[in-house]
């Protein structure tokens, strides 16, 4: 069941709403002397019924991220259905138990932030049958929150060894959440550093409250919600 919404947005306040966020994209590419066609916007969707995408969809957004598989599985095939070309972000945690279903699912994978993860997807990866391999960012814990999912800056190159030598995953990017208390600056230019020491091409960073400083700082995309879809 979804939760009750704060507020209670038409088809038109969203895709006015959807107007703005890429008004906004944009000039913070100008602002950065940036091509606006160098930052993806991934709408985040989840908590929300089709019939609160759909105006999105028609509005020509086609990257969604959701945070629960169980949720994409049940809205999700049907739109995807109607529109071939969507793509799929999974932006949440991933249970190992669940990877099967998750690569069914998804285009991208965000969030992968622990060594049996990375397992579990190359295993299920080199099953007959299996679905082509997603791409995948791993997610890194810049403020190294306890209660935090990704992997601690401190141990991230070892990371991405172990998922490209051990399991041969080809990773793409990383991704991060920065501390809520925190200005948001410091950690995406930390992701950008490592992202670079690397050569990874993708940075996933900024949400709603902070999209555009994340712009600045190199994200390729950016994930938001609420300025889209209103409060949850």
């Known amino acids: 069941m979804e939760p ?17 966020v890429r008004e906004r994209i944009a000039q913070a590419c100008r602002d950065s002397e940036r091509d606006p066609a160098s930052v993806q916007l991934i709408a985040v969707s989840k908590t929300f019924g089709p019939e609160h995408i759909a105006p999105v969809i028609d509005a020509g957004q086609r990257l969604f991220g959701e945070n ?32 099967r279903e998750a690569l069914a699912l998804f285009d991208v994978i965000q969030t992968l932030d622990r060594p049996s993860l990375a397992a579990a997807l190359a295993k299920e990866l080199r099953r007959e049958g299996a679905p082509p391999a997603p791409r995948l960012l791993v997610q890194v814990n810049t403020g190294e ?10 141990e991230i190159d070892a990371f991405l060894g172990t998922c490209r030598e051990v399991h041969g995953l080809a990773i793409e990017g990383l991704m991060c959440i920065p501390p809520a208390d925190e200005p948001a600056a410091p950690h995406f230019a930390l992701l950008a550093k490592i992202a670079a020491r690397h050569g990874l091409k993708t940075l996933s960073m900024g949400m709603s409250g902070d999209f555009e400083t994340a712009i600045t700082l190199g994200a390729t995309h950016v994930r938001v919600g609420s300025a889209i879809f209103g409060g949850r």
């Open 4 to 20: 009750d919404r704060t507020d209670d947005v038409t088809a038109h306040d969203v895709t006015a709403r959807l107007a703005q």
């Open 68 to 99: 629960r598989v169980q949720e994409s599985a049940a809205k999700w095939p049907a739109l995807r259905a109607s529109h071939p070309d969507l793509e799929l972000h999974l932006i949440g945690p991933l249970q190992t138990n669940k990877v």
């Open 145 to 154: 929150e306890p209660q935090k999912a990704g992997v601690a800056p401190g």
